[in-house]
């Protein structure tokens, strides 16, 4: 049935699904009202049930995280399944004591290595093996620094995913931005948007799913 667009209420859509995501949620969940009343951004619901479901299919064994935060997403994606390891690194020294405490809290110490300090700076603390999933979550004008320094630690057939890329709408409507940083920062994500895209050793998924997210595979044809 064809509907006119300004019928469908997307917002509607979000809550409807929310609500029936709600009823898988685990244990891990509980951490995302403290996020929000200590204003720690943590990846989406609907974003994170969607990587889920990317690692079930693609059954990345080693996953590589850029911005930890308290843990939540590392350990989500670690409660896939036992066989998952997730390598996750943060530069803030009170998310450092806080995904450590959460890590241990919630029975991970053995799934998840806690890795201190700029992501920019630590290739060698990370580079002792390859990796199959690498999720970019940290200072969203860097994503590209991130993506270049990193990617050739992935397995070919591989996946980058990069949280963010649409940026609370900004991304796709720049002139509404009225800060000059916000604004200089929503230029980068563009930018990076259209290098990913334009990437030849990967192709890329853009997802219009909460704040946006970039599935990118390494080697595969276009
Ligand atoms: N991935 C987390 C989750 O969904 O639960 C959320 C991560 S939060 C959006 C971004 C984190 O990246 C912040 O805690 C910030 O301190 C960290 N960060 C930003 N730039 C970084 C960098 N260059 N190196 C390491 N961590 C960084």
């Not at 209420?9 to 951490?31: A, F, G």
């Not at 036992?82 to 690194?89: F, G, M, R």
């Not at 004591?97 to 630590?122: C, M, N, P, W």
Request: glycine residues 4%; negative net charge; contains cysteine.
């Amino acid at each position: 049935m064809y509907l006119k667009k300004e019928v469908i209420d997307v917002d509607k859509n979000q809550t409807y699904l929310l609500n029936l995501h709600k009823q898988t949620d685990n244990e891990i969940e509980k951490l995302r009202p403290f996020a929000e009343e200590n204003q720690v951004p943590i990846v989406d619901k609907l974003s994170l049930d969607m990587i889920k479901q990317l690692i079930r299919v693609h059954c990345p064994k080693h996953i590589l995280e850029i911005g930890t935060a308290i843990g939540y997403s590392a350990m989500q994606f670690a409660s896939v399944n036992e066989q998952i390891h997730v390598t996750t690194i943060e530069r803030d020294e009170k998310m450092q004591r806080l995904s450590k405490q959460h890590v241990t809290q919630f029975g991970y110490d053995d799934q998840i290595t806690l890795v201190q300090g700029d992501a920019l700076e630590q290739f060698e603390n990370v580079s002792t093996h390859s990796y199959d999933m690498i999720f970019i979550d940290a200072a969203k004008a860097q994503s590209k620094k991130f993506f270049e320094l990193y990617s050739p630690l992935l397995n070919e057939q591989g996946m980058v995913i990069t949280d963010n890329v649409l940026y609370h709408g900004f991304v796709a409507d720049i002139d509404v931005v009225r800060s000059r940083n916000v604004k200089q920062m929503v230029k980068k994500v563009q930018q990076y948007n259209e290098w990913l895209m334009n990437h030849p050793d990967f192709v890329t998924n853009f997802l219009n799913i909460d704040d946006g997210l970039a599935i990118s595979i390494k080697g595969e044809s276009k």
